[in-house]
């Protein structure tokens, strides 16, 4: 017979070298431009940043500018929520300068091919989860703020004029569109000053801040714009409208602003609730532990006591046989 051929022996695979990853220089950051901080800012006595840089009541690097006069005060005087205009502006050597470095992608590393298939593991279904009802996302809102300056014969005590900030949130009201109760005004006195070096001096004026709630972005870029197309005029003309009869001759609107904030929604109280506790087998009652084995003992007793009496029975029948046997 002719002997089988030996079969060859099957060559191992050659392993694939794992590629060694050459490494990326980091680039350096971008800068972006400055922003105001916070946007729109403007002081005590309405005027914003573009208007500071245009009267040179201050400097590129946070300095008093040429036309700022002496008994001003500091920019501190004039600073509204304690934020003046070398903190806030751009020109004046504040604001926010954003730094974002350049993101570049990191290499994915090419894989060395497996040698032996793996055999796929069989899926496992995974039991649907138990559907949690979600509840209700609370709302976003946002608030419609800003100031309207009043040029008054005595401004120093136009803040405490009942009559006068009560035309003024009504005026509010109707160029806005809104209720009354919508509206909260608070009023800041502003003493006269001279403005730049001509000598012009401004009266002293009542700042009236304002600031109006809303439940959506829509509604108050809405009121927003209602306030912000109104003339200087026509607000004046609300005002005296609403005033009694002989008052307001002497007012004058000198500016009116208006910015819109939104305000987060608060985070919602994800606090679980405390199950109620569990009894514990060990904290059961030891009288009725002992009650219960007092009855399995009384009910064990009695099988015993008829074997023992079976038992005594049939040992007298033998007695009594094996005296009958001895007679035989």
Same mark, same amino acid.
């Given at each position: 017979?002719?002997?089988?051929?030996?079969? =060859? *022996?099957?060559?191992?695979? &050659?392993?694939?070298?794992?590629?060694?990853?050459?490494?990326?220089?980091?680039?350096?950051?971008?800068?972006?431009?400055? &922003?105001?901080?916070?946007?729109?800012?403007?002081?005590? =006595?309405? /005027?914003?940043?573009?208007? /500071?840089?245009?009267?040179?009541?201050?400097?590129?690097?946070?300095? /008093?500018?040429?036309?700022?006069?002496?008994?001003?005060? #500091?920019?501190?005087?004039?600073?509204?929520?304690?934020?003046?205009?070398?903190?806030?502006?751009?020109?004046?050597?504040?604001?926010?300068?954003?730094?974002?470095?350049?993101?570049?992608? &990191?290499?994915?590393? $090419?894989?060395?091919?497996?040698?032996?298939?793996?055999?796929?593991?069989?899926?496992?279904?995974?039991?649907?989860?138990?559907?949690? *009802?979600?509840?209700?996302?609370?709302?976003?809102?946002?608030?419609?703020?800003?100031?309207?300056?009043?040029?008054?014969?005595?401004?120093?005590?136009?803040?405490?004029?009942?009559?006068?900030?009560?035309?003024?949130?009504?005026?509010?009201?109707?160029?806005?569109?809104?209720?009354?109760?919508?509206?909260?005004?608070?009023?800041?006195?502003?003493?006269?000053?001279?403005?730049? #070096?001509?000598?012009?001096?401004?009266?002293?004026?009542?700042?009236?801040? /304002?600031?109006?709630?809303?439940?959506?972005?829509?509604?108050?870029?809405?009121?927003?714009?209602?306030?912000?197309?109104?003339?200087? +005029?026509?607000?004046?003309?609300?005002?005296?409208?609403?005033?009694?009869?002989?008052?307001? @001759?002497?007012? +004058?609107?000198?500016?009116?602003?208006?910015?819109?904030?939104?305000?987060?929604? *608060?985070?919602?109280?994800?606090? *679980? $609730?405390?199950?109620?506790?569990?009894?514990?087998?060990?904290?059961?009652?030891?009288? #009725?532990?002992?009650?219960?084995? +007092?009855? @399995? +003992?009384?009910?064990?007793?009695?099988?015993?006591?008829?074997?023992?009496?079976?038992?005594?029975?049939?040992?007298?029948?033998? #007695?009594?046989?094996?005296?009958?046997?001895?007679?035989?």
């Amino acid at each position: 017979p002719t002997p089988a051929p030996t079969p =060859a *022996p099957t060559p191992a695979p &050659t392993p694939v070298p794992t590629p060694v990853l050459t490494p990326v220089p980091t680039p350096a950051p971008t800068q972006e431009a400055c &922003t105001e901080s916070p946007r729109s800012w403007f002081d005590i =006595a309405g /005027y914003s940043c573009p208007e /500071y840089v245009e009267y040179e009541w201050c400097t590129a690097q946070g300095d /008093y500018g040429e036309r700022w006069q002496q008994d001003w005060g #500091s920019f501190a005087d004039w600073a509204m929520d304690n934020v003046s205009a070398a903190m806030a502006c751009c020109g004046c050597g504040g604001g926010t300068i954003a730094i974002r470095p350049t993101l570049v992608p &990191t290499p994915v590393p $090419t894989l060395a091919p497996t040698l032996v298939p793996t055999r796929a593991p069989t899926p496992v279904p995974t039991p649907a989860p138990t559907p949690v *009802p979600t509840p209700a996302p609370l709302r976003e809102a946002y608030v419609v703020e800003g100031a309207v300056a009043l040029e008054v014969g005595d401004s120093e005590i136009a803040c405490a004029d009942v009559t006068l900030n009560l035309a003024v949130v009504q005026s509010l009201a109707e160029i806005a569109n809104q209720s009354l109760g919508n509206i909260e005004v608070s009023c800041t006195f502003v003493p006269a000053r001279r403005l730049g #070096s001509d000598g012009r001096r401004l009266r002293g004026s009542a700042l009236h801040t /304002y600031n109006i709630t809303m439940l959506s972005e829509g509604a108050a870029q809405d009121v927003a714009g209602r306030i912000s197309n109104a003339p200087k +005029e026509e607000f004046a003309d609300s005002i005296r409208e609403h005033l009694p009869a002989g008052r307001g @001759s002497d007012i +004058e609107v000198s500016r009116v602003s208006v910015k819109i904030i939104a305000e987060p929604a *608060p985070a919602p109280d994800s606090a *679980p $609730t405390p199950a109620p506790p569990t009894p514990d087998s060990n904290d059961a009652d030891p009288d #009725s532990d002992a009650t219960a084995d +007092e009855d @399995s +003992e009384m009910d064990s007793a009695e099988p015993r006591q008829q074997q023992q009496q079976r038992c005594i029975g049939v040992a007298a029948l033998l #007695s009594v046989f094996a005296s009958m046997l001895a007679k035989l």
